[in-house]
C-alpha cells in the first residue's frame, strides 16, 4: 500500500518551499512593475543568504543546531542581499535604462551580473569557508537545522520559520505600502512613474528601494531554504529562477501580491502534487498496467512550466489579470 | 596540434558559436524573438549523435555483422557482469556504453566507410528534425507572447529540457554523464573542424542572402512595428515561424559539430551560460541584426577569453593559493564586466546595422529594358 496523502512533515516542507517561492516571486514582480527589468539573477542575489547562512555556520554557529542562527542568519540575509540588489540597480541597471537600453538588453545584463555574482561566491565559499569546519562548498548543511517537536511531528525549524517570516514579511510590507507615506508614493509610482514625478514623488528613490526590498525578500528565502537543498551551493539558483520565473507569471508579473500568490502555488504544485503523482503512478497504475516505475519525484520543474504553459493559455495576464467578481458572477449564476 | 595559445579545442568552440550566433541573429537581431533557450537547440544536434546516433550504429552493427555484436554482448557479460538483450540496448546503458563505443562500433564504422557516410547523413537529418520539432513547440509560444514573456518562458523551457528531462531520465541520453557519440572519421577533431568550417560559411552566405532578400527585409518591419508590418500584408505569424525552425534548425548543426569533436559530453554542458548567454553576448559585442559583427563578435570575444583563461593563471602562478584560485574564478566574472561596459558604451555593437543593401536604380531600369 502506497501513501498517496503525504505525510506532516513533508506538507510542512512543501509549505516552507512554497513560502519562500513566493517571497522571491513577490521580489521578482517588484522589480518589474517599478522599473521594467526581469531580473534573471534574482535566484542568485537569494543564494546570497545562502551563502550568509553558510559563513555563520563556518565562523559562529559551528558546534552545532542552535536557534539563534535563524535570527541573525535571515536578518543578516536581509541587510546583505537588499543592498546588493540596491548597489546593482545603482551602479548597473539606471546607468543602463539611462542610456536608453531596452527590455533585452537589461535582461542581458542581468544575465551578466548573475554570471559574475555566481562566480565571486563560490570563491569566497571555495577560499573563506573551512576555518573551523571542512569546506562548506556544495554541502547539505541539514544537520544544523534544529528539530522541534510539534504536534506529534519532529519538524525543522527553517521549515517552521519560512512560512512565518514570509508572513511576517508580507504584513510589513503591506502595511509599509498602505499606511505609510513613502508606502503611498511607491504605489503612486508603480501605477503612473510620470504623474507622481509631477506631483513631487523623488522616483529614483521609490525605485533604489524597490531593488533593496526585492533583494532583501530574497535574501530571506534563500538563507532559509539553503538548509533544505540537497547541496549548498550557488549554482542552485540555476533551477530556482526557472521556479521563480513561473511563480511570477501565473502570479502576472504586474502585481506584487499575485506574484507571492502565484510563487506559492508553483510551489506547493511541484512539491505535492509531483509527489501525489508519483504515488499513484507508482503506486497503483505502473503495477496494474505493467509499466517499469518512474520516479516522478525528480521531475518536479516540469509542474511549474506545465502550471506557467496552462496559465498563459488560459489567462495571458495572470492571476491578477483575471476579472475575479466577473468569474465569481458566473459560477454563482450556474 | 596548438598554435600559439589556440588549441583545436578552443578553434571548434569558436566554430559552433559563429554558427549558433548566426543562427540566434537571424531570431534576436533581424526578427526581435529573444530567444534565451538557445542551449536547447543546440543540445538537439549532440543528442541527434549521441543518444539517437549511438542506438542507431549499434542496430547497423547487430544487422550486418551478427558475430561482431555477440561477442560484443559475451563480452560485457563476462566483464561487467551484465546481460544486455541487445547492442542497442547496451549501447544506450551508462554503464556499458562506453566499451562498446570504442570498442565495437568505431571500428566497425572504420571498416565500413559505405555506413559511415549514410549513418552521417541520418544524423544530420535526425539533428535538423529534432530541432524543427523544438522550434515548432517554441514557435506556438513566440507567436503567442511578448518578448519578457517569451524570454522567460523560452530560458525555463530549456532549462527544464536539458537540466531535467535530459539528467534525470538515463534512458534518453545517459543521464548526467551523457553517452559517447558516434565517431564519423578515424581522426575526428579534424573531421569536426572541417565539417564546421563547411557549415559555417554555408550559413553565413544562407545568412546574408537571407538578410537583403525581401524575406529579410520583412523580418526587419516586423521586429520595428509587427502591426505595420501585418497592415502592409506580411504574414507576421508565417515569418517568426520560419524564422524560428531555419534558425533552430542551424543551431542544432553547432550541436552537432561540437558533439564530434568532443564525443562524450555530459547534458549538463548544454546549459544557460554556454549556450545562451554566451551567444548573445557575442551578438551584442559584435552587433545585432548584422552577420559580419555576429562572427566578428564571436571571435573577438573568443580571442579575448582565450588570453584571459591564457594569461590569469599565468600571472597568478607563483603567488599563494588564494590568488591562484581567484584567478580561475576571475575569467567569467570578467566575461560579465565586458558585456556590461559594452551594454553601457556600445550597446549597437562593434558593426552596427546597415541598411540593407538594394539594387541601384540604374540597374533596375536597366533590367527593365532587357
Known amino acids: 500500500m502506497v501513501e498517496i496523502i503525504p505525510s506532516g512533515v513533508f506538507l510542512m516542507s512543501a509549505i516552507a518551499y512554497a513560502a519562500a517561492l513566493g517571497l522571491l516571486s513577490m521580489g521578482l514582480s517588484l522589480t518589474y512593475v517599478t522599473t521594467r527589468v526581469a531580473n534573471f539573477a534574482h535566484a542568485t542575489i537569494g543564494m546570497l543568504g545562502a551563502i550568509v547562512m553558510l559563513f555563520l555556520i563556518d565562523r559562529v554557529y559551528y558546534e552545532g543546531a542552535s536557534y539563534q542562527l535563524f535570527i541573525v542568519g535571515p536578518l543578516l540575509s536581509f541587510v546583505v542581499a537588499g543592498v546588493f540588489a540596491m548597489i546593482m540597480y545603482l551602479l548597473v541597471m539606471k546607468p543602463l535604462q539611462d542610456k536608453g537600453n531596452d527590455v533585452i538588453g537589461l535582461m542581458i545584463a542581468t544575465f551578466a551580473i548573475d554570471i559574475i555574482l555566481l562566480n565571486i561566491l563560490s570563491f569566497l565559499l571555495n577560499a573563506m569557508t573551512g576555518k573551523h569546519l571542512p569546506k562548506l562548498y556544495g554541502v547539505n548543511i541539514g544537520p544544523w537545522d534544529p528539530t522541534i517537536q510539534c504536534c506529534g511531528l519532529e519538524l525543522k525549524a527553517s521549515n517552521?520559520?519560512?512560512?512565518?517570516?514570509?508572513?511576517?514579511?508580507?504584513?510589513?510590507?503591506?502595511?509599509?505600502?498602505?499606511?505609510?507615506?513613502?508606502?503611498?508614493?511607491?504605489?503612486?509610482?508603480?501605477?503612473?512613474?510620470?504623474?507622481?514625478?509631477?506631483?513631487?514623488?523623488?522616483?529614483?528613490?521609490?525605485?533604489?528601494?524597490?531593488?533593496?526590498?526585492?533583494?532583501?525578500?530574497a535574501g530571506v528565502a534563500g538563507s532559509l531554504i539553503a538548509f533544505s537543498l540537497k547541496d549548498t551551493s550557488p549554482n542552485s539558483s540555476a533551477l530556482i529562477i526557472v521556479s521563480v520565473f513561473a511563480g511570477s507569471i501565473v502570479g502576472g508579473l504586474t502585481s506584487i501580491y499575485w506574484g507571492l500568490v502565484g510563487g506559492f502555488i508553483v510551489g506547493l504544485a511541484e512539491k505535492l502534487l509531483t509527489s501525489i503523482i508519483n504515488a499513484l503512478y507508482n503506486g497503483y497504475f505502473a503495477p496494474a498496467l505493467g509499466l517499469p516505475e518512474i520516479a516522478i519525484i525528480n521531475y518536479e520543474k516540469v509542474m511549474s512550466l506545465g502550471l506557467v504553459i496552462i496559465v498563459l493559455l488560459f489567462a495571458p495576464q495572470g492571476l491578477a489579470g483575471v476579472d475575479w467578481s466577473k468569474l465569481k458572477q458566473k459560477i454563482l449564476r450556474r | 596540434m596548438e598554435f600559439l595559445i589556440f588549441s583545436d579545442t578552443w578553434l571548434i568552440l569558436l566554430i559552433a558559436y559563429i554558427i549558433t550566433t548566426i543562427s540566434l541573429n537571424l531570431e534576436a537581431g533581424y526578427t526581435g524573438i529573444p530567444n534565451f533557450g538557445k542551449a536547447v537547440f543546440v543540445f538537439m544536434g549532440a543528442w541527434a549523435a549521441q543518444g539517437i546516433g549511438i542506438r542507431l550504429a549499434a542496430w547497423i552493427v547487430e544487422k550486418q555483422d551478427p558475430a561482431l555484436a555477440q561477442e560484443a554482448l559475451e563480452f560485457l557479460k563476462n566483464h561487467l557482469g551484465q546481460d544486455y538483450p541487445s547492442l542497442v540496448a547496451a549501447a544506450a546503458d551508462t554503464d556499458a556504453n562506453r566499451i562498446v563505443a570504442n570498442q565495437y562500433i568505431y571500428p566497425f564504422l572504420?571498416?565500413?566507410?559505405?555506413?559511415?557516410?549514410?549513418?552521417?547523413?541520418?544524423?544530420v537529418l535526425i539533428a535538423v528534425g529534432l530541432a524543427a520539432i523544438m522550434g515548432l513547440i517554441a514557435s506556438y509560444a513566440a507567436?503567442?507572447?511578448?518578448?519578457?514573456?517569451?524570454?522567460?518562458?523560452?530560458?525555463?523551457?530549456?532549462?527544464?529540457?536539458?537540466?531535467?528531462?535530459?539528467?534525470?531520465?538515463e534512458s534518453l541520453n545517459g543521464g548526467p554523464k551523457g553517452l559517447w557519440a558516434v565517431k564519423f572519421a578515424a581522426d575526428n577533431r579534424v573531421f569536426a573542424i572541417i565539417f564546421g568550417l563547411v557549415v559555417v560559411v554555408l550559413v553565413y552566405l544562407y545568412a546574408e542572402k537571407l538578410a537583403h532578400s525581401p524575406m529579410g527585409r520583412a523580418m526587419r518591419a516586423v521586429r520595428d512595428d509587427e502591426i505595420a508590418a501585418g497592415v502592409y500584408g506580411r504574414d507576421v505569424a508565417g515569418i517568426r515561424l520560419k524564422v524560428i525552425i531555419v534558425s533552430s534548425i542551424i543551431a542544432s548543426l553547432a550541436g552537432l559539430v561540437y558533439i564530434e569533436a568532443n564525443l562524450a559530453a555530459q547534458s549538463l554542458s548544454f546549459d544557460r551560460v554556454y549556450w545562451t548567454f554566451f551567444p548573445w553576448a557575442f551578438l551584442i559585442l559584435g552587433g545585432m541584426a548584422n552577420n559580419k559583427g555576429a562572427v566578428l563578435g564571436v571571435i573577438?570575444?573568443?580571442?579575448?577569453?582565450?588570453?584571459?583563461?591564457?594569461?590569469?593563471?599565468?600571472?597568478?602562478?607563483?603567488?599563494?593559493?588564494?590568488?591562484?584560485?581567484?584567478?580561475?574564478?576571475?575569467?567569467?566574472?570578467?566575461?560579465?564586466?565586458?558585456?556590461?561596459?559594452?551594454?553601457?558604451?556600445?550597446?549597437?555593437?562593434?558593426?552596427?546595422?546597415?541598411?540593407?543593401?538594394?539594387?541601384?536604380?540604374?540597374?533596375?531600369l536597366k533590367q527593365e529594358e532587357a
Not at chain 1, 517552521?160 to 507615506?181: D, N, Q, R, W, Y
Not at chain 2, 517569451?150 to 528531462?165: D, K, P
Not at chain 2, 558604451?345 to 538594394?358: A, H, N, V, Y
Open chain 2, 143 to 169: 507567436l503567442r507572447l511578448r518578448e519578457e514573456y517569451l524570454a522567460i518562458l523560452l530560458l525555463s523551457f530549456s532549462e527544464l529540457m536539458v537540466m531535467v528531462i535530459f539528467r534525470q531520465t
Open chain 1, 160 to 217: 517552521f520559520v519560512l512560512p512565518i517570516a514570509a508572513v511576517l514579511l508580507t504584513l510589513i510590507f503591506h502595511l509599509f505600502l498602505t499606511k505609510t507615506k513613502f508606502g503611498v508614493a511607491m504605489r503612486a509610482t508603480i501605477e503612473n512613474p510620470n504623474l507622481a514625478a509631477v506631483m513631487g514623488v523623488n522616483t529614483n528613490l521609490v525605485y533604489t528601494v524597490s531593488w533593496f526590498v526585492s533583494g532583501a525578500l
Open chain 2, 300 to 364: 573577438v570575444f573568443m580571442v579575448l577569453r582565450r588570453m584571459i583563461d591564457y594569461g590569469l593563471p599565468q600571472l597568478a602562478a607563483g603567488h599563494s593559493a588564494l590568488i591562484q584560485m581567484a584567478a580561475a574564478y576571475l575569467s567569467n566574472i570578467l566575461v560579465g564586466i565586458i558585456i556590461l561596459l559594452v551594454l553601457y558604451f556600445r550597446p549597437q555593437g562593434i558593426l552596427p546595422e546597415k541598411p540593407s543593401k538594394t539594387l541601384d536604380f540604374g540597374e533596375i
Open chain 2, 110 to 123: 572504420q571498416d565500413h566507410p559505405m555506413i559511415v557516410a549514410m549513418l552521417f547523413i541520418a544524423i
